[in-house]
């Protein structure tokens, strides 16, 4: 007869082998490891992260352009000539290229110091 020991060491192989041989561990690992994607996934909105996220080119671009906007409006009930909206055309234009230049240096000068 075997000892208590014995019993239990053997009973300690025997669960090691079943759950060694058991197809559903991998899928509950899987599964688990979805899952705490899932709770990840599932935080709040937040309009502040969600405008960190663009690039400072594409900001700068897109105030450019509604500078430009406000100038083509507001420059013809100022200006009575012809020329008025071409010229609010090629102010949008320089508003745009300002942007973009002044965007790509803030987003120049953030890689410089996260590479720091």
Do not use: H
Not at 38 to 53: I, V
């Amino acid at each position: 007869m075997p000892t208590n020991q014995e019993q239990e060491r053997l009973r300690r192989l025997r669960e090691r082998q079943l759950t060694d041989r058991d197809p559903l561990v991998k899928q509950r690992k899987v599964q688990r490891t979805t899952a705490v994607r899932t709770r990840k996934a599932m935080r709040s909105f937040s309009f502040k992260e969600s405008l960190s996220a663009i690039p400072q080119v594409w900001k700068g671009a897109f105030i450019g352009l509604l500078v430009g906007l406000v100038v083509v409006f507001v420059l013809p009930l100022l200006w009575a000539s012809p020329y008025a909206l071409l010229v609010g055309i090629g102010v949008t234009m320089i508003c745009m290229i300002f942007g973009v230049i002044t965007g790509n240096a803030l987003d120049l000068r953030d890689n410089i110091k996260k590479d720091l």
